[in-house]
């Protein structure tokens, strides 16, 4: 069992450019969540997805972040048009039906880097 | 409000010293409370919960309602023992995170 996959691990973007995050969960988890941890911060809650679900979105800024599970294939964090302010470490979790917050299983992270 | 504080960003001890990380939280409810760590370029990994109440890698945390706190103690610090510390509660969906100590064992 490979765990939370993330990829990629880092990620450099140009002000005004898309970023696409990809989060494959622990095999038999149908449950992701997304967290972002900016400079000297601790890791923020973004989003709770299960397949082809948006759960919880509360914690997703309202513009430019999107977050989609498709039935097939891996969880996606999308940022358009991206600001030197996103640049922060984006990992994902994953979970069992029913387990929640107990049965999180982090991912490596993504570095996001703006320039 | 739900909300974790973690005092300390750096704590720096001697090899075989007791060490404690401080965490205080916040919750209206019956909370349940987390400690992670991440050792260096690893990803974060549940070091122990307090509803289990076990002892993981010789650290112990005891959760005190009357002080809104959930300490991690460990009596004698080791070099390996070095890494970035997180104390985080349960939501409803989520977990709420403090933002974490470095602790660095000293040998």
């Known amino acids: 069992n490979a765990g939370v996959m993330q990829n990629p691990r880092h990620l450099v973007r140009r002000r005004g450019q898309e970023a696409r995050l990809r989060c494959s969960p622990m095999?038999?988890?149908?449950?992701v969540y997304w967290y972002r941890q900016l400079p000297e911060e601790g890791l923020k809650f973004m989003v709770y997805l299960q397949k082809e679900n948006i759960i919880d979105e509360s914690g997703m800024p309202k513009e430019r972040f999107s977050a989609e599970f498709p039935k097939e294939g891996p969880s996606i964090l999308r940022i358009q048009q991206v600001v030197r302010g996103d640049s922060a470490a984006y990992f994902c979790a994953s979970s069992a039906k029913d387990r929640g917050a107990i049965g999180y299983t982090f991912g490596s992270g993504t570095r996001l880097t703006v320039v | 409000a739900q909300r974790v504080t973690q005092p300390e960003k750096l704590l720096s001890v001697f090899k075989g010293a007791p060490v404690e990380l401080k965490c205080n939280y916040s919750?209206?409810?019956?909370?349940?409370l987390f400690w992670y760590v991440q050792y260096s370029r690893q990803r974060l990994q549940l070091l122990l919960r307090?509803?289990s109440r076990e002892s993981i890698k010789g650290f112990t945390a005891d959760l005190n309602k009357g002080e809104t706190s959930f300490h991690l103690k460990k009596p004698f610090a080791q070099e390996e023992d070095s890494a970035m510390y997180y104390c985080a509660l349960a939501g409803a969906n989520n977990l709420f995170f403090g933002t974490g100590t470095r602790l660095t064992v000293i040998p």
């Open positions: 095999k038999g988890h149908s449950h």
């Open positions: 919750y209206s409810g019956s909370p349940e």
């Open positions: 307090h509803i």
